[in-house]
């Protein structure tokens, strides 16, 4: 059972809302992850040729933290180097003179400034020497930006697929199996070829998808790759993206794999993949935990859900639902405030990646976040005294500018108001539309971090 801090003091709905997600925004911050995790790795400090490579959201971020690092700590590192981010994620105050070069991208369809900055980033990795030391940044979103096709596939075929691949309900682990087995450059193939060339290569990692596992982020281009071809098939036909959907281009060179035609992804046996080293840096869970503390100083008892949920959007909003239902039919005798404690507020917080399917012909506005949010709002009439947010970590959830939405009796009031039919927008998969018209929506801009959706739903006492 939780005490409640001595100093706990309660805010208001909303501002606990944003607050908790702040906190959970603020524990995945380069700033604060990346310095510790180098002061760990690097006791010594680094000596002679620091090369810098990567490629996500955060990577500009981590890339100007893991520089301010070096020019207190390696005095003797000549640090180069280049990332690539999306577009609009760079820092807003980068270095004078910074050695670390940013190129930005498109998101989360791949574009042809993704495609140069990828083959300008494979370029500095051939050029790796013997001890070199290779410091490759990781996080969501690296997938797209990382972009380099195997030669048989074209630019406009990878677009293509990606698109399928976005609009099929499929989680991101199933779509980067496919992308990883037609890329030169993931999968693996990024830390092989520095292996090979006599460096040391470390990736640290700011973890994007349910489980943290490296091969899974970014389509892990220094991680080892259990899936195959053959797996890569079966998800395109599982999620029914077969002939005269997908390229040609790209059916081919899967089946070419299956028969040994083309080379597999990074596997366990080979000797390249005990001499690279993954670090995961930040997770969703870390995230969960610091938005617990500041739920806790703020007089809330909390309850984490889990940091690896998963499944259609809609749908894990009616079964968290459930859970805070079961809750209250087990406290309906008493009072939250009578409870041992004093909490007043229960709040229930969860981390991972949901999906949203999109039917043929609905074009849809919003995101898995704001459509889990709409979801929970249109089945949670019987709560009363139920708040909640929901947002993407790294500012930018689906279609739209906004990383999330939320909603308080405020805007429930709003909305009864404007007698706004919540279940036709949702059938529509227009989340954003019904929060921008009852000013639900929550705007962040690019957070330069990205450690997947965070959800966070509060029962208040009214006793």
């Known amino acids: 059972m939780q005490k409640l801090p001595q ?14 997600f702040q906190a959970a925004l603020q524990a995945a911050d380069p700033s604060y992850a990346i310095p510790k995790v180098l002061k760990q790795l690097f006791p010594q400090g680094i000596r002679g040729r620091c090369i810098v490579i990567g490629a996500g959201k955060a990577s500009a971020s981590m890339a100007d933290a893991l520089e ?15 990332v690539i981010t999306r577009y609009g994620h760079d820092v807003q105050r980068p270095l004078p003179d910074r050695k670390i070069l940013v190129c930005e991208a498109a998101h989360p369809v791949p574009d042809e400034a993704g495609l140069q900055a990828t083959k300008n980033l494979l370029h500095i990795v051939q050029a790796l020497q013997k001890d070199d030391q290779l410091l490759v940044l990781i996080s969501g979103g690296g997938s797209s930006l990382l972009t380099l096709p195997v030669a048989e596939i074209s ?3 990878l677009k293509s697929l990606t698109q399928e691949l976005l609009r099929s309900g499929a989680p991101i682990e199933a779509m980067n199996i496919v992308r990883k087995h037609i890329s030169a450059i993931q999968g693996g193939n990024l830390g092989r070829l520095a292996v090979r060339a006599g460096a040391k290569v470390d990736a640290l990692i700011i973890s994007d998808v349910t489980g943290d596992q490296p091969g899974d ?38 089946k070419k794999g299956t028969m040994g035609q083309a080379p597999e992804t990074l596997k366990r046996d ?51 639902l459930e859970i805070v239902r079961g809750y209250v039919e087990q406290n309906k005798n008493k009072d939250f405030a009578d409870r041992p404690g004093n909490f007043r507020r229960q709040v229930f917080i969860s981390g ?22 709409l979801a929970l709002y249109a ?29 308080d009796q405020e805007i429930i009031h709003h909305a009864n108001t404007l007698q706004l039919d919540e279940k036709t927008y949702l059938d529509a998969h227009d989340a954003y539309g019904f929060f921008l018209e009852v000013g639900g929506l929550v705007h962040t801009g690019p957070t330069l971090t990205n450690i997947n959706d965070f959800r966070i739903l509060m029962l208040e006492s009214h006793g």
């Open 217 to 254: 982020i970014a389509s892990g281009p220094c991680a080892v790759d259990d899936s195959t071809f053959q797996d890569a098939l079966n998800i395109l036909d599982r999620y029914q993206i077969g002939p005269g959907v997908v390229p040609a281009s790209i059916l081919d060179y899967l």
């Open 270 to 320: 080979e000797p390249e993949s005990l001499m690279v080293r993954n670090h995961v840096i930040a997770t969703s869970m870390q995230s969960l935990l610091a938005a617990q503390k500041y739920c806790l100083e703020h007089g809330a008892q909390v309850h984490i859900l889990g940091d690896q949920i998963t499944g259609e959007a809609a749908q894990v909003a009616r079964d968290q």
């Open 155 to 157: 630019m406009s075929d």
């Open 7 to 20: 100093q706990a003091h309660e805010t208001t709905s909303r501002a606990l809302l944003h607050g908790a």
């Open 68 to 82: 301010k690092y070096a020019l207190t700590h390696w005095p003797q590192a000549i640090l180069s180097g280049l």
């Open 352 to 373: 991972g990646e949901t999906t949203v399917t999109i039917p043929q012909g609905v074009v849809g506005r919003g995101g898995r976040c704001s459509e889990f949010l």
């Open 379 to 407: 089945h949670s009439k019987d709560l009363a005294g139920l708040s909640a947010l929901a947002a993407d970590t790294d500012g930018i959830d689906g279609s739209e500018e906004n990383a999330g939405a939320y909603f």
